[in-house]
């Protein structure tokens, strides 16, 4: 079976600083990279419920699972919320938290010397 070609963008690590995100294209299709705590996620630029710019989200942390009466925190800047209905996603799966059936697609990002390359 061939395997696919993947796309690689790369620009200059100077051009994400920690905190910060930025919109590429790939393949015609918006992704939105972010540096949260000098962690890199990259994911398409559409919330699968109703196609939000998920460019425009906020990044924080969630509530886990835990026991009745207690409250665990977790995932701090690592979860993605769409800016038009709050549905949290893990940047890293690109799994909704509230219900894992919807699913943002992720891409490979990584540090190559002084650039971020983006796997498409
Ligand atoms: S469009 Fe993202 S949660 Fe509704």
């Not at 994400?16 to 705590?37: D, M, Q, W, Y």
């Not at 630029?45 to 924080?60: K, V």
């Not at 800016?83 to 699913?103: A, K, Q, V």
């Amino acid at each position: 079976m061939a395997t696919k070609e993947r796309t690689r963008i790369a620009f200059p690590s100077s051009a994400l600083p920690n905190g910060s995100r930025k919109l590429i294209t790939a393949n015609r299709r918006e992704i939105a990279v972010f540096n949260s705590h000098g962690s890199l996620y990259a994911v398409y630029n559409r919330c699968p419920h109703h196609r939000a710019p998920l460019i425009a989200g906020s990044i924080g942390g969630a509530n886990l699972p835990s026991p009745v009466g207690t409250l665990r925190r977790g995932l701090e800047g690592c979860v993605l919320f769409c800016p038009w209905h709050h549905y949290e996603f893990n940047l890293e799966s690109g799994r909704c938290i509230g219900d894992p059936r919807l699913r943002v697609a992720t891409y490979e990002v990584r540090r190559e010397g002084g650039e971020i390359a983006v796997y498409a």
